[in-house]
């Protein structure tokens, strides 16, 4: 009975890491759609959406019949409860790839992203790509030190996003007020994805050591 | 025993209420710092956003230990489950309202809104906070009626976004990036604390009819 569960567990745990592989696709294939204004690959991260709702629906509805059959108690319990919130996040950063998809497809055939934050958009992608493969692994193995580290990572997003406001306030800034709102929200759209994911690692944490890691970020 | 449960299950549901008639005071304060440039009400919800996580961890705490306690199968459970995805959206709520706080403060001694913006920001936050009182409304009544309702009142809200848009793209806008940047960031705060409240309403009414409100929006 206990070995049934246990496996029942693990498969929610590499559910969540699915959902993980799925929304890290998606920021690529957005920021890809974004910066070379491919509509057909918007499209698709677009309706890949869809895939990834659906993957954290079913998740939820096993999490908690597995919580209604087991009763769990203590550990196990939070184990799920904790399922719960993280399929929530990673659902959320696949809606924020969506968005930044949404915003390639508006400005087609132009690109959302003038050239002189090509770079930087890139790099954001590149980090936040970097943190849900993180978190992929955090999930997977329960690494409490890779949990930690998202919260150096996510210190680099932060300075990234800087970066292109001083660059929207630059007296050159030549793109106008359009651009300048596109860049604004794409900033926040990476931003607030790789907060989900630093969210997640932070219940990991918690889950394993009973202590709440850096809250001061 | 059961009775007691019921209690305990009617306890949830009366902070969750709380919790909403904070976030609408936080808003309404927010807005009101904002727009008035008051330093003190900003810092004043700035500190109460603490109360509301507070509230929420407490909360969860509680709601955990019932699971465990109960064993709750069926309705029971997935109202239990469903508390927790709603203190999560009231906390969430929260946040917002300390971020427009942030921008008000960050602005000080000047209004982060320019005059011609002014009226669309107030209306902005007295729609949301109507969501937000109708919102209560739901959680305590299970009022579905109000929980459909709540559809429309979120399309007034993204009128009024794209209102704000359409004025920071107006050849005559002549408040610059920073306060477009402001301005973009600022509505995105309001839409999204409406989103969480149709959210919430969303749940309810699944709960109570095991069926989906409109999912469209």
């Given at each position: 009975m206990r070995e049934r569960f246990q496996e029942e567990l693990d498969g929610v745990s590499s559910t969540l890491v699915e959902m993980a592989g799925l929304v890290k696709i998606a920021i690529e294939n957005a920021t890809t759609a974004l910066l070379t204004a491919d509509l057909t690959l918007a499209e698709k991260v677009i309706a890949e959406d869809l895939v990834i709702d659906q993957i954290q629906h079913d998740l939820d509805a096993r999490t908690i019949s597995l919580i209604a059959q087991q009763g769990p108690v203590a550990t196990d319990l939070r184990t799920l409860v904790t399922s719960l919130r993280m399929s929530a996040d990673l659902e959320r950063m696949g809606d924020l790839a969506h968005h930044i998809a949404k915003s390639a497809r508006m400005r087609y055939p132009s690109t959302a992203v003038p050239p002189e934050l090509s770079l930087t958009i890139e790099e954001m992608s590149r980090v936040c790509v970097k943190i849900i493969e993180k978190v992929a692994l955090v999930i997977k193995n329960r690494d409490t030190e890779r949990a930690l580290e998202l919260e150096r990572d996510d210190d680099e997003i932060d300075g990234l996003h800087r970066k292109i406001i001083q660059t929207l306030l630059?007296?050159?800034?030549?793109?106008?007020?359009e651009t300048a709102i596109d860049m604004t929200l794409l900033g926040r759209y990476y931003e607030r994805c790789a907060d989900h994911a630093v969210s997640i690692a932070r219940r990991v944490y918690f889950l394993v050591t009973g202590r709440y890691a850096n809250e001061n970020s």
């Open positions: 630059d007296p050159n800034w030549k793109h106008g007020v």
